[in-house]
């Protein structure tokens, strides 16, 4: 079974900072692509940003130029650089992961991590 493990969230100032992190921990499994998806209390979840493993991105509108997704391969690992972070930004932040466990391919959710903006 494969485990997403989020980390790096918690309260930050309007225009600050925060890099989320997300660690995904198993055996025999390869990663094809993951995200970062949000949601906002009393909203739906929304996606954010995607990345292959091959390193192509995508980002939704509203977090263009303030925020980088990356992954390092080799620690099957991704980072959600967060900069000049405004109180639109707070929300529960997921990761998710698209998993190859042959024969199978699969989703798989982490537990959140909570980002607050306020002054």
């Known amino acids: 079974q494969v485990q997403l493990v989020e980390s790096g969230g918690g309260l930050v100032q309007p225009g600050g900072s925060l890099r989320l992190s997300c660690a995904a921990s198993g055996s025999r499994f390869r990663i094809n692509a993951m995200a970062w998806y949000r949601q906002a209390p009393g909203k739906e979840r929304d996606l954010v940003a995607t990345i292959t493993i091959g390193g192509s991105t995508n980002y939704v509108d509203s977090v263009k130029g303030r925020f980088t997704i990356s992954i390092d391969n080799a620690k099957n690992t991704m980072y959600l650089q967060m900069n000049s972070l405004k109180p639109e930004d707070t929300a529960v932040y997921y990761c998710?992961?698209?998993?190859?466990?042959?024969?199978?391919?699969?989703?798989?959710w982490g537990q959140g991590t909570l980002v607050t903006v306020s002054s």
């Open positions: 998710n992961a698209e998993i190859v466990k042959v024969p199978t391919v699969v989703e798989v």
